[in-house]
């Protein structure tokens, strides 16, 4: 009898598994695809991550921030992040990024963490099509910052562009 | 290069591999295992999307694992010194340890190391009575639909870490092998529990 996906919620890995899985990915499809269809590909890893998580682990509330401190905790463990609001939207700071290494050489074209982007555009994009109190109806994400790419954080910015 | 000089391990160096798993796991950063679990199924089917094929997608995953496990490895060289050697039977400490150190209480259930035949070929088969990579695989959300008509291996991303792993350490030990893994039996095919066979042949003097 095999594991089942609720024992794997409970369980935990080295983060290593996926540290090294998206650079590696990225780099052996940077070498037939271009730049924006590398993007594209693991962005939508990332939204059909969270599409399946959510079947598994879904949270309580609408409170935009609460909600990712909750998740990144069930997901990563405890990191240094912080949750940004804009007028238009709101931010998603990693300064200690669970995806990205500090110690590469070489930057980056295709962040190594954009498929959080990717998974938390889907995650919201499906908890506000069931629940009004979230404001707003739809949010596309981009990651705007990466450790990967040079830069001393993580940014992934979520832009409302739909309404209630 | 480092050179593996060891022809054998002992008791002692065995316990240190068996306290350096332990060691690795409780310092490493980690994940949610169903998280990481998504995170490899879902790159073969947006790979399988992109290519218009599992076969390829899978395959892409076993480079994308011997590339990872090459950066891995060399990483960690230092850290696996004492627990290398030039015999093939002791890569099961290698596997063990980084089994345990990699995905926590999960352990290899049966190891059986075959020596050379007439060819000089050794064989290691192992299983594991669990396996996070196709949990759940059937009912899933993306790949039920396709799974029956998936002839390749859901375990390609660690068939390429541990390709690359074993190869590694054979280059140390100055022996020129390749080094073929296929997982031949898996759980969620129906079959009682994950098996991986690796086949070892030795190179032709002039491929050396």
């Known amino acids: 009898m095999n594991l089942d996906r609720k024992k794997l919620l409970k369980s935990k890995v080295l983060v290593d598994l996926l540290k090294l899985n998206f650079p590696a990915l990225i780099s052996i499809l940077l070498r ?21 998580w959510l079947q598994y682990f879904r949270p309580k509330g609408y409170n935009v921030k609460l909600i990712l401190k909750v998740n990144t905790k069930k997901t990563f463990g405890k990191l240094k992040m912080q949750v940004k609001k804009h007028d238009d939207g709101f931010s998603l700071i990693f300064y200690e990024c669970p ?3 500090r110690d590469i050489e070489i930057k980056s074209e295709v962040p190594y963490c954009i498929s959080i982007s990717g998974f938390y555009e889907r995650y919201f994009n499906i908890l506000a099509s069931e629940n009004d109190k979230f404001g707003f109806k739809k949010i596309e994400g981009t990651t705007i910052k990466s ?7 993580c940014e992934h910015y979520f832009k409302i562009i739909e309404k209630y | 290069m480092y050179e593996i000089k060891k022809e054998k391990l002992g008791f002692k160096e065995k316990l240190l591999g068996s306290l350096g798993k332990r060691y690795m796991w ?38 994308v694992g011997f590339e990872a496990g090459n950066d891995l490895i060399y990483e960690s060289i230092e850290l696996a010194k004492p627990i290398l ?78 390709e690359a792993f074993f190869s590694t350490v054979l280059e140390y030990a100055g022996k020129s092998y390749d080094v073929k893994m296929t997982e031949t039996k898996c759980l969620a095919k129906g079959d009682p529990y994950q098996e991986i066979t690796v086949i070892f042949t030795p ?6």
């Open chain 1, 32 to 52: 037939d695809y271009d730049n924006k269809t590398v993007r594209q590909v693991l962005k939508n890893i990332g939204s059909d991550m969270a599409e399946s």
């Open chain 1, 99 to 101: 995806l990205c290494r």
């Open chain 1, 147 to 153: 450790i990967s790419g040079g830069n001393n954080y």
């Open chain 2, 26 to 63: 409780m310092k490493g950063k980690k994940a949610n295992k169903l998280l990481v679990q998504l995170g490899f199924l879902y790159s073969v089917y947006e790979l399988a999307k992109l290519t218009g094929d599992y076969e390829k997608a899978l395959d892409i995953m076993k480079q």
């Open chain 2, 85 to 162: 050697s030039r015999s093939i039977e002791d890569l099961k400490v290698i596997l063990n340890s980084s089994w345990y150190a990699f995905l926590g209480k999960e352990k290899i259930d049966y190891f059986e190391y075959f020596p050379p035949d007439e060819n000089g070929i050794e064989k290691v088969i192992w299983r594991c009575n669990k396996c996070m990579l196709c949990s759940g695989i059937q009912d899933d959300i993306f790949l039920k639909d396709d799974f029956d008509k998936i002839e390749g291996s859901f375990s390609s991303i660690l068939i390429g870490i541990f």
């Open chain 2, 203 to 208: 190179k032709p003097k002039d491929e050396e």
